[in-house]
């Protein structure tokens, strides 16, 4: 059942913002992992401690992530006949979708391991933030944090946990600093037909420039540079995002290359629901990597914290991606490819403010509690009814570490389409992780112009 957590992170509150600020980190408080987690598992058993993660420190990356459970098998599998003896540990999402494919959907749960791990630069600067991150502009902005998520203890002095600094935490989360990916998508229509768009991606995550401070961000969180290469009718053409961290101060910047013309132009409306033209319309711009840009459209609340079967560890689902038609099917993505675990998850909710429009009036999302990732979605129409379902099927890159998506679903309820993204079109590990910053001047309107065909 679900359960707040206020008390107890209002004791660690008061405890550790009375030591006195300094350049050197600190440790976090007593009984959470340097990420902000809880270290010891579960009163049942289900959940087991956190031991450090899962990392290979020092090694080479791999040719495909190799599955370290690979002779485990289900301990159950939660269908549309048996879903009601599971019901305090899913989502609303995770029923509506048993219940919209009761023949062939389901949810094959396994031993859970918390792997999530990162590299230890990452927890200092976390332990940094902790004594110095702060939300400004009505929590629409944060200063002082870098490198690290933003709020590891996420509560504010009264000690009531701040709904707001949990989503930032993912907006924050450590994703690597360079990265280089050729990755497909697919919109899958009702009858299980689908055209992939493949596109090679390229991000900088600014926020975790190691030779950056907090102080010299420049209110830069990230760039993203992408081009598609599949089908012919798309190929050539690239979009380049610039993402603030305050939006209120500087608004994200975006400009789209046209290869018929070989123009660069600015496109202002890549943000909150417009709706993704690669995706067939399946999801908006803010719903790509399950939340991404402002918040100043919703009131954000905290719900609780609860264990749930989540989508995690699923390495065999990695390996699997670039088989798109082993995975692809019709309805949904391949269950026998997925792999579920019970962990903490954070629950927050944000609902559309008076007089604000968006596609959403509702979202509640479920934060995975070792790596601040949103790992479900549940999306609510103007009529206040559930119309779409958003996972993300995490896998550890133990290589770097770092735990991000290895595939992510939306399904949309009503039409029986979905969306499937972060598709491996190259034969190993879609993702390329680099220690390198490559400099704003890469990532600038003139670079896309240059490098478009």
């Known amino acids: 059942m679900m359960r707040t957590c206020g008390l107890v992170l209002a004791s660690v509150y008061v405890l550790f913002t009375a030591v006195v600020a300094n350049a050197q980190p600190v440790a976090l408080p007593e009984g959470l992992t340097p990420y902000g987690a809880e270290q010891k598992g579960n009163a049942a058993g289900t959940i087991p401690a956190w031991d450090g993660g899962m990392a290979a420190n020092n090694a080479p990356p791999p040719k495909q992530l190799e599955n370290p459970f690979r002779d485990e098998k289900p301990l159950f599998v939660i269908t549309a006949a048996n879903k009601s003896q599971h019901l305090d540990q899913l989502t ?95 919109p899958v229509h009702a009858n299980g037909s689908y055209s992939l768009v493949t596109a090679s991606h390229e991000a900088y995550f600014v926020y975790y420039d190691r030779d950056k401070t907090a102080d010299s ?138 007089g604000v429009r968006h596609l959403y009036t509702k979202r509640r999302f479920y934060i995975d509690e070792d790596s601040w990732s949103i790992v479900q979605a549940d999306q609510y129409d103007a009529r206040g009814k559930l119309w779409r379902v958003s996972l993300s099927y995490l896998v550890n890159y133990y290589h770097v570490p770092v735990t991000w998506s290895a595939a992510s679903a939306n399904y949309d309820l009503e039409s029986g389409r979905y969306f499937a993204g972060y598709l491996d079109s190259a034969n190993g590990i879609g993702i390329q992780f680099g220690d390198d910053s490559p400099g704003d001047g890469y990532f600038s309107p003139q670079s896309l112009r240059r490098m478009g065909r």
């Open 217 to 354: 961000l420049d209110n830069k969180l990230s760039y993203f540079l992408a081009f598609i290469k599949q089908p012919s009718r798309l190929a050539g053409g690239g979009l380049l995002v610039h993402e603030t961290i305050d939006r209120i101060k500087e608004p994200r910047a975006a400009w789209v290359y046209n290869s018929g013309t070989r123009r660069v132009r600015r496109a202002p409306s890549v943000e909150y629901d417009m709706p993704v033209p690669s995706a067939d319309n399946l999801i908006t711009a803010d719903e790509v990597d399950m939340f991404n840009g402002a918040l100043d459209r919703y009131n954000w609340s905290f719900v609780g914290k609860q264990e749930i079967y989540i989508p995690y560890n699923n390495f065999d689902l990695s390996n699997a991606t670039k088989d798109d038609k082993a995975l692809l099917h019709k309805g949904h993505i391949n269950p026998d490819l997925t792999r579920y675990e019970l962990h903490r998850v954070w629950v927050v909710e944000g609902t559309v403010k008076e």
């Open 92 to 186: 609303v999402g995770q029923v509506a979708l048993l219940e919209r494919y009761p023949d062939s959907y389901r949810i094959p749960v396994y031993p859970s391991h918390r792997t999530a791990a990162a590299p230890q630069w990452v927890y200092d600067n976390i332990a940094r933030n902790h004594q110095h991150a702060k939300l400004v502009n009505a929590g629409n902005g944060i200063e002082q944090a870098y490198g690290g998520v933003a709020f590891p203890v996420p509560v504010d002095q009264d000690g009531q946990v701040n709904a707001l600094k949990i989503i930032w935490n993912h907006l924050t989360r450590w994703r690597g600093i360079h990265i280089k990916a050729d990755l497909s998508e697919a």
